[in-house]
């Protein structure tokens, strides 16, 4: 990703698997607080940037299981 780009919820968002409930509930808890309504009406999307760790350990867990690149079982 470079630098310019801000990171995107996936289509799966806000789905959370038992699997993935540690780094479900660290990146919701953080979009939750910086997503708070502030006036600001680009809340959401520089509550995604502010999270985007945590959204990536989300997306890297999420996708083992589920979409195309989900590993078979």
């Known amino acids: 990703m470079s630098s310019l780009e801000e990171p995107l919820l996936p289509p799966y ?3 959370k698997l038992r699997k993935c409930a540690d780094v479900a509930d660290t990146f919701f808890s953080c979009y939750e607080r910086a ?6 009406k680009d809340v959401a999307r520089k509550a995604v940037t502010e999270c985007s760790e945590q959204l ?3 997306k890297k867990c999420m ?3 589920v979409g195309p690149r989900a590993e078979r079982r």
């Open 63 to 65: 996708e083992k299981f």
């Open 35 to 40: 997503s708070l309504p502030n006036g600001d």
């Open 13 to 15: 968002f806000p789905l």
């Open 56 to 58: 990536a350990a989300y």
